[in-house]
């Protein structure tokens, strides 16, 4: 899996000072600042502590089966911005370089609130995974007029989520990542539209390479 955060403090020193620091006991492979530099903390081949109790698909415990990549923002608690286009370049060009190397499937690439989505809401509704989807990197889900999923909760789990949460939680989780103009926690037509369009994509068929 490839997992994106926010680093949610105010400064990126600030953040990597922590991220450096074993007594933290959080970690992640790389960060990315918002002039576009890249620093990697953890080898790809070595396990990050940056997921925490975690979800998708199936699977748990998601720091032995994941890269993490930590992107310099203050996040909601101290005054959430725009992620600069340098450092989304930046971020893109790490993510295919990370996926050249590792065979993950498009499914797999999440936010933080994805795996996450009753304690997290990184890196969050202003990170442009549309962007990225459309250089190769994650997935993104065009919308057919008229068409939307009527069991909002069993698409949910389909795409990964945990079955047991608050069905609120789970939308507004998707929502950040995949209906960012709208995160209510509603299954809105547009909400439902988006679903319909991404479980087309993870029901696809792999192709052969």
Same mark, same amino acid.
């Given at each position: 899996?490839?997992?994106?955060?926010?680093?949610?403090?105010?400064?990126?020193?600030?953040?990597?000072?922590?991220?450096?620091?074993?007594?933290?006991?959080?970690?992640?492979?790389?960060?990315?600042?918002?002039?576009?530099?890249?620093?990697?903390?953890?080898?790809?081949?070595?396990?990050?502590?940056?997921?925490?109790?975690?979800?998708?698909?199936?699977?748990?415990?998601?720091?032995?089966?994941?890269?993490?990549?930590?992107?310099?923002?203050?996040?909601?608690?101290?005054?959430?911005?725009?992620?600069?286009?340098?450092?989304?370049?930046?971020?893109?060009?790490?993510?295919?370089?990370?996926?050249?190397?590792? =065979?993950?499937?498009?499914?797999?690439?999440?936010?933080?609130?994805?795996?996450? =989505?009753? $304690?997290?809401?990184?890196?969050?509704?202003?990170?442009?995974?549309?962007?990225?989807?459309?250089?190769?990197?994650?997935?993104?889900?065009?919308?057919?007029?008229?068409?939307?999923?009527?069991?909002?909760?069993?698409?949910?789990?389909?795409?990964?989520?945990?079955?047991?949460?608050?069905? $609120?939680?789970?939308? $507004?989780?998707?929502?950040?990542?995949?209906?960012?103009?709208?995160?209510?926690?509603?299954?809105?037509?547009?909400?439902?539209?988006?679903?319909?369009?991404?479980?087309?994509?993870?029901?696809?068929?792999?192709?052969?390479?």
């Amino acid at each position: 899996m490839l997992i994106l955060h926010y680093t949610g403090m105010r400064t990126a020193q600030e953040a990597i000072d922590r991220l450096r620091d074993p007594i933290s006991r959080v970690s992640s492979h790389y960060v990315v600042d918002e002039d576009g530099a890249v620093l990697r903390l953890v080898p790809e081949t070595r396990c990050a502590f940056h997921a925490g109790v975690s979800y998708w698909r199936g699977r748990s415990a998601l720091n032995g089966r994941s890269i993490g990549i930590e992107v310099v923002n203050p996040g909601h608690a101290w005054g959430y911005r725009d992620f600069p286009v340098l450092q989304l370049a930046a971020v893109c060009d790490l993510c295919l370089a990370i996926l050249s190397r590792h =065979p993950i499937p498009a499914r797999n690439v999440v936010a933080h609130s994805d795996v996450a =989505p009753d $304690r997290k809401q990184d890196p969050g509704e202003k990170f442009d995974w549309r962007s990225l989807a459309e250089n190769g990197v994650g997935l993104w889900p065009d919308d057919v007029a008229g068409d939307g999923t009527d069991d909002v909760r069993a698409a949910l789990v389909e795409i990964g989520y945990r079955s047991d949460l608050e069905l $609120r939680i789970m939308l $507004r989780a998707f929502q950040r990542h995949w209906r960012p103009d709208a995160v209510t926690g509603e299954a809105d037509a547009g909400t439902r539209t988006r679903l319909a369009g991404l479980l087309r994509l993870v029901d696809a068929p792999v192709p052969v390479r």
